[in-house]
């Protein structure tokens, strides 16, 4: 079946550190990956995402690379903000079947930034 | 331009009740997703409606219905509530159909539902 591990949290990092989430996924055929981040008591924002193996996807500085052969697909981000704090899910959705598509959730990680 | 819209925004039911959630979906977006959300956990598929017909369903049980109206706005219900439906429903948009599954998902702030 399709599913998707993320890292467990909380990352708790310093203004300015490196940024790595790692996430993993298995699935069948080739899917879409998606990290999407979900600010407190808010619903989900999608961050970035790659449709095929090696495409790069990025958004306000954060990268993440679709590595077939790894199966992986994670998160990077050179130099992190105290507003980066929030929770961060990596999604998959599977190859278009039966006329629709949906997304397959990790659990999240919670990264804590701190002045 | 509006985002998708979702109401309301909190609700607090009883064991054994009726609720009913709703979702209006981005302009020109023809198809609705939701989505459960436990505390500490990811969201987990519920149903997909494209054109107002019923096109995916997650392992969810039959309390949990869901319709699309013409206006491309839908409706989730869940009848006979357990404590463990305590969670924040999630509503996404999308276009509509795609290929390869690559079609991005818009969500919108949810509806908390607390079950007592």
């Known amino acids: 079946g399709n599913s998707v591990t993320q890292m467990e949290g909380p990352v708790t990092l310093s203004e300015e550190a490196f940024l790595t989430i790692n996430c993993t996924y298995t699935a069948t055929g080739y899917p879409s990956l998606f990290w999407y981040v979900q600010y407190p008591g808010e619903g989900l924002q999608l961050l970035l995402k790659a449709t095929k193996a090696d495409d790069k996807g990025s958004n306000k500085g954060f990268e993440a690379t679709y590595r077939k052969e790894t199966t992986s697909f994670h998160l990077e981000k050179g130099s992190v903000q105290v507003s980066d704090s929030a929770v961060y899910f990596c999604a998959l959705s599977p190859p278009l079947s039966g006329g629709y598509n949906k997304l397959i959730f990790g659990a999240g990680t919670r990264l804590a930034v701190h002045p | 331009d509006a985002g998708v819209t979702q109401s309301p925004t909190h609700l607090i039911k009883t064991r054994g009740q009726h609720v009913t959630l709703r979702c209006s979906p981005i302009s020109g977006h023809k198809s609705v997703s939701w989505y459960q959300q436990v505390l500490g956990q990811g969201p987990q598929f519920i149903f997909q409606?494209?054109?107002?017909?019923?096109?995916g369903r997650g392992n969810f049980p039959d309390r949990f219905s869901a319709r699309q109206f013409p206006n491309y706005s839908s409706e989730l219900n869940v009848n006979a509530l357990l404590l463990g439906d305590s969670a924040l429903y999630l509503c996404a948009s999308s276009l509509g159909r795609t290929s390869g599954g690559e079609g991005e998902q818009f969500f919108g702030p949810g509806t908390r539902l607390t079950v007592l």
């Open positions: 409606y494209y054109e107002k017909e019923e096109r």
